[in-house]
C-alpha cells in the first residue's frame, strides 16, 4: 500500500496515488457539472456522475449553419 503524506489516504498502486498528489491532494475539484453544483477533481468523476445523475441525450445536429455536429442535452438533478 502507498499512503499520502499529506492526507493519508492509501492506495493500492503507486500510479494511483501519484495521480491523487498530481491532481487531488490540495487541489479544488475543477471539474463542475453544468446542471447541479456538483464539482470533481477528476473528469472521469464528472463523467460518472452525469451517468448516475443525469439523462444525458446526444443529439445529431442537422442545422448546417452552425459548425459543431452534435449537442449534449443534461437534464435531471443530483438531488433527485
Ligand atoms: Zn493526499
Ligand atoms: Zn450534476
Given amino acids: 500500500m502507498y499512503a499520502c503524506a499529506r492526507c493519508a ?3 493500492k498502486l503507486k500510479s494511483s496515488l ?6 487531488e491532494c490540495g487541489h479544488e ?5 453544468t446542471v447541479c453544483p456538483y464539482r470533481a477533481k ?3 468523476h ?3 456522475h452525469y451517468a448516475a ?10 442545422d448546417p ?3 459543431y455536429d452534435h449537442v449534449v ?3 435531471g438533478s443530483a438531488y433527485e
Fill in 9 to 11: 489516504k492509501l492506495y
Fill in 18 to 23: 501519484n495521480r491523487h498528489l498530481r491532481y
Fill in 29 to 33: 475539484p475543477k471539474f463542475h457539472c
Fill in 42 to 44: 477528476l473528469r472521469e
Fill in 46 to 48: 464528472l463523467k460518472s
Fill in 53 to 62: 445523475k443525469h439523462v444525458v441525450t446526444t443529439i445529431v445536429n442537422t
Fill in 65 to 67: 449553419d452552425t459548425d
Fill in 73 to 75: 442535452l443534461l437534464t
